[in-house]
């Protein structure tokens, strides 16, 4: 930070000007950051994450929110932004958990499996004498 120079602070009165007239300044508060539409996200959910379609409602609703943003409406760019996001999110979810289960399905069976047969190769390897057979 450049603190070479002091610097004013914009919120403080303004001097009156020589013909005795004030400026007036209104405060605006921070500016809002500009909506996101996550196209780039959408795209990808729609490539590559497409189950059930949400990845392309997501890069549907990413194109109205990128449309909306660019006629100036802000609060139906960010709604819509928000209803691309939460598509790009389950679309990640449908795509990603099942194969998850699946994994997890197959290493506890394997487990099983193999706890299995360690038990039954015990009990086939059991040697009977002779009055077993009676």
């Known amino acids: 930070m450049d603190t070479s120079y ?4 914009p919120r403080a ?8 007239a ?12 500009a909506p996101r539409d996550h196209l780039i996200w959408s795209a990808f959910s ?10 392309f409602l997501a890069l549907a609703y990413s194109i109205k929110a990128r449309d909306q943003k660019a ?6 760019a960010r709604r819509l932004g928000s209803r691309a996001k939460c598509y790009n999110i389950l679309a990640a979810m449908w795509t990603l958990v099942p194969p998850l289960l699946l994994l997890a399905l ?9 706890r299995l ?4 190769a015990a009990f086939f390897s059991t040697k009977f004498d002779d009055p077993d057979y009676d």
């Open 117 to 120: 047969a360690k038990d039954s």
């Open 71 to 76: 006629a100036g409406d802000l609060e139906a």
């Open 6 to 9: 002091p610097r004013e602070d």
């Open 106 to 114: 197959v290493v506890t069976g394997a487990l099983h499996l193999s």
């Open 22 to 33: 004030a400026h007036t300044a209104l405060p605006l508060g921070v500016p809002r950051a």
């Open 46 to 55: 729609t490539l590559y994450l497409n189950l059930c379609c949400l990845g």
């Open 13 to 20: 009165q303004a001097p009156a000007r020589a013909d005795g």
